[in-house]
């Protein structure tokens, strides 16, 4: 018996546990406070301000957010305590009351929160060169597209059904053009319009919701004449009435060249290598599950 308590004894395993307990016991009565397990006490360190204040003010480099602790003034410092010991309150609080179990809100927060987290790999995206930029920019040429845009000023004669509203129209018309009555006159003829009287550098899908689709289609293939002043047009139809109309600027819908839009290039690859990023983080998380399939569709 003695013998086979002498071989135990020897065993490395159990030195080894012998000499750990005992040092763990050592430690305990050296440092009680660090052992005294107690749900009403919040232990508040550097390490766990740090970790507040960096997801409040969002910054993810973790030596960055060490530094700005460090230049806190004491006021600062103090203040950052209570709202630490505020919100670790009220956590243990909600934990105590099982508030965390089976609430979708709560549910939400944490799926909210793993998906800010994946935000954290962002520094992952590599530099963009200029190559890639150009083959960007020649894929989504498309996207950079800036619209037609148009101004003009009209006047406006409600349509009461017969052709009295359209002679009436054109006999205004002559007036108008007879008496060259400027863009900023057009106010003093016709009746008042549900919309506006005058547009200044308006898209085509603005006038065709305030006109309808032929009025816009009309105006907008009009060529203003280069030699001469732009006269009144009409009458055009819209679902209002008749109008005449008087266009000073018509702007072709365009592509502007790179060198002049290289910055929102850049910006939207960067966002969606960004995005690219996250969703390999994403998916990553999602590969360590399996989704087992039990719908009936309640047949």
């Known amino acids: 018996m003695k013998a086979w308590i002498l071989k135990v004894i020897r065993e490395p395993i159990i030195q080894f546990v012998f000499i750990g307990s005992l040092l763990l016991c050592v430690d ?3 440092n009680p406070d660090d052992y005294r397990v107690s749900n009403n006490e919040i232990i508040v360190t550097d390490a766990a301000l740090t970790n507040f204040m960096q997801q409040r003010a969002k910054i993810f480099n973790s030596e960055e ?28 609080e909600a934990l105590s009351n099982n508030f965390d179990k089976n609430d979708p809100i709560i549910k939400r927060r944490l799926v909210q ?9 962002y520094d992952e995206v590599p530099v963009i060169q200029q190559e890639e ?6 894929s989504y040429k498309e996207n950079y597209r800036r619209p037609a845009l148009i101004t003009f000023t009209h006047v406006f004669l409600k349509s009461s059904g017969n052709n009295a509203s359209y002679s009436k129209a054109e006999l ?6 007879k008496n060259k009555v400027p863009f900023e006159q057009s106010g003093l003829f016709g009746e008042r319009f549900l919309y506006n009287r005058n547009y200044v550098n308006r898209e085509m899908s603005e006038i065709e ?5 032929n009025f816009k289609n009309v105006i907008f293939s009009y060529d203003i004449p280069s030699s001469i002043e732009p006269s009144w047009l009409g009458p055009i139809e819209s679902k209002f009435g008749w109008h005449l109309v008087l266009v000073t600027k018509v702007s072709k819908s365009y592509i502007p060249d790179f060198e002049m839009i290289e910055s929102d290039i850049r910006s939207d690859l960067y966002r969606e290598r960004q995005f690219s990023v996250k969703m390999e983080k994403l998916n990553q998380i999602k590969s360590k599950f399996n ?9």
């Open 113 to 121: 929160k793993v998906d800010y987290l994946s935000q954290g790999f």
């Open 209 to 213: 919701s305030h006109f309808g689709d």
């Open 172 to 177: 205004l018309l002559d007036e108008l053009n």
């Open 28 to 30: 305990v009565l050296r």
């Open 65 to 92: 957010a060490i530094e700005v602790y460090k230049q806190l003034t004491v006021d600062q410092k103090e203040k950052l305590k209570n709202d630490f010991f505020h919100q670790e309150a009220l956590y243990r």
């Open 291 to 299: 989704l087992v399939d039990k719908t009936s569709n309640y047949d």
């Open 133 to 138: 930029l150009d083959r960007y920019f020649q």
